[in-house]
């Protein structure tokens, strides 16, 4: 089975819309602020679903959610792939929002599920870690594909629909997962109980601490990262129009060549640290201490863009964008395990979904208003916005440390 989630998380990291998907809405005239309302709509959207599909998961099957998130994905790929209006941009973005929310701690819940079966829930670090690996590959090679196919077309927008083959075949693979991976409660459960699950898993995550400081940490780690990382495809665009190699290509090869070089470097350190998340932990003696180090490195990283950013110096402004892409995959498996630590079994996927949700919902409220600060005073104000962000939460924890003292 380990082999199998590998497989699926390679196949899902076959978006070869990644390295250019603000390039893409820029191309179509589109301001910061309007691109950060489609984010904010995603998100939104994936907000509203992302605790029913948990709750759906653990009651009717979570095979079933990861066929419908497949699905979901596949139509916003032929929305994007064809559209060019910004209404049925919004459609595209709700449909991708349904894959997102149906995906998103349902597959981690099956693979917890799958160790605490085998009775090796102690290495779930280390597994989600490897399998997250895996995504990374994916997004390696898709990367290099992704380049490929803007040289080919000569186009961004029909990357699209070159996604929708492998995400196929993925559904092919997640059927065939065993039925032992189900929800611990499927079978038999009305839409009311499966919501009524969903109230008290709410109502229990904003009632109980730890659960509680788990998401504000993960709004202000995860939610930053998510709406200010895709920022670095206007800087590369910035940066291949001031190489004359890359300058003199035609059209969007330029850009496209160096985004695919940069977001293949991205994934490749994305492998590694995905790898060796367990190994910080194993370094600093638990995953909260660990979670303090890359707090620490995340505030350095935003605070250094800032005049890098401001005076213009690109290429070391992307060099921090793929530093803190290595701190996120560090980050990522390490804070899935410290939710699972305090979720209940039976509502492993709910809990892991709410974790998602609080990262969707900080993007709702970030997305828009950073797009408008970005239009109006320049790129610079990521950075002040990211350290400032991790300066809040560090000083949190802090002060909930000396309390616990």
């Given amino acids: 089975m380990l082999g199998r989630f590998s497989l699926y998380g390679f196949l899902k990291n076959q978006k070869y819309y990644e390295p250019f998907l603000l390039l893409v809405f820029l191309e179509k005239g589109l301001s910061f602020f309007q691109i950060g309302l489609l984010v904010a709509f995603r998100e939104l959207a994936v907000t509203l679903m992302e605790i029913p599909s948990g709750a759906l998961a653990d009651s009717h099957g979570r095979r079933l959610c990861m066929v419908a998130s497949m699905v979901g994905y596949i139509v916003s790929f032929v929305v994007f792939g064809l559209s060019s209006s910004f209404v049925l941009l919004f459609t595209a973005m709700f449909f991708f929002a349904v894959g997102d929310a149906f995906r998103t701690?349902?597959?981690?819940?099956?693979?917890?599920?799958?160790?605490?079966?085998?009775?090796?829930?102690?290495?779930?670090?280390?597994?989600?870690?490897?399998?997250?690996?895996?995504?990374?590959?994916?997004?390696?090679?898709?990367?290099?594909?992704?380049?490929?196919?803007?040289?080919?077309?000569?186009?961004?927008?029909?990357?699209?629909?070159?996604?929708?083959?492998?995400?196929?075949?993925?559904?092919?693979?997640?059927?065939?997962?065993?039925?032992?991976?189900?929800?611990?409660?499927?079978?038999?459960?009305?839409?009311?109980?499966?919501?009524?699950?969903?109230?008290?898993?709410?109502?229990?995550?904003?009632?109980?601490?730890?659960?509680?400081?788990?998401?504000?940490?993960?709004?202000?780690?995860?939610?930053?990262?998510?709406?200010?990382?895709?920022?670095?495809?206007?800087?590369?665009?910035?940066?291949?129009?001031?190489?004359?190699?890359?300058?003199?290509?035609?059209?969007?090869?330029?850009?496209?060549?160096?985004?695919?070089?940069?977001?293949?470097?991205?994934?490749?350190?994305?492998?590694?640290?995905?790898?060796?998340?367990?190994?910080?932990?194993?370094?600093?003696?638990?995953?909260?201490?660990?979670?303090?180090?890359?707090?620490?490195?995340?505030?350095?990283?935003?605070?250094?863009?800032?005049?890098?950013?401001?005076?213009?110096?690109?290429?070391?402004?992307?060099?921090?964008?793929i530093a803190l892409e290595f701190i996120q995959n560090l980050w990522r498996p390490m804070q899935i395990s410290r939710f699972d630590h305090v979720s209940p079994g039976n509502r492993r996927a709910t809990v892991l979904s709410i974790e998602s949700q609080a990262k969707s919902l900080s993007s709702v409220i970030y997305a828009p208003v950073l797009g408008l600060v970005v239009d109006k005073f320049g790129l610079w104000t990521l950075g002040a916005f990211g350290a400032m962000t991790a300066l809040v939460v560090m000083l949190m924890r802090n002060r909930e440390f000396r309390t616990m003292r």
């Avoid at 009524?196 to 995860?222: C, D, H, I, W, Y």
């Avoid at 291949?240 to 293949?264: C, K, M, N």
């Fill in 105 to 321: 701690g349902t597959h981690k819940a099956m693979i917890f599920k799958w160790l605490e079966n085998r009775g090796r829930l102690s290495e779930k670090t280390k597994i989600y870690g490897t399998t997250r690996s895996w995504s990374k590959t994916g997004t390696a090679l898709s990367s290099i594909i992704a380049a490929a196919l803007v040289w080919r077309t000569g186009t961004f927008s029909t990357v699209f629909l070159f996604c929708i083959p492998p995400y196929l075949i993925n559904l092919v693979n997640l059927l065939a997962y065993p039925k032992d991976l189900e929800g611990e409660e499927h079978g038999g459960k009305s839409l009311r109980d499966s919501f009524a699950m969903m109230k008290s898993s709410v109502v229990e995550a904003l009632k109980f601490k730890p659960l509680r400081n788990l998401m504000v940490e993960t709004m202000g780690f995860q939610g930053v990262h998510k709406v200010t990382g895709d920022y670095i495809q206007p800087v590369i665009k910035t940066m291949a129009i001031s190489i004359p190699l890359l300058a003199g290509l035609q059209g969007d090869r330029g850009p496209a060549t160096l985004a695919g070089g940069v977001y293949f470097v991205l994934a490749v350190l994305g492998i590694f640290g995905s790898r060796f998340s367990h190994r910080l932990v194993a370094e600093t003696g638990n995953e909260r201490k660990s979670a303090s180090v890359l707090w620490c490195a995340d505030f350095l990283c935003y605070a250094v863009l800032i005049p890098m950013l401001f005076f213009g110096w690109y290429i070391w402004a992307v060099i921090v964008f």
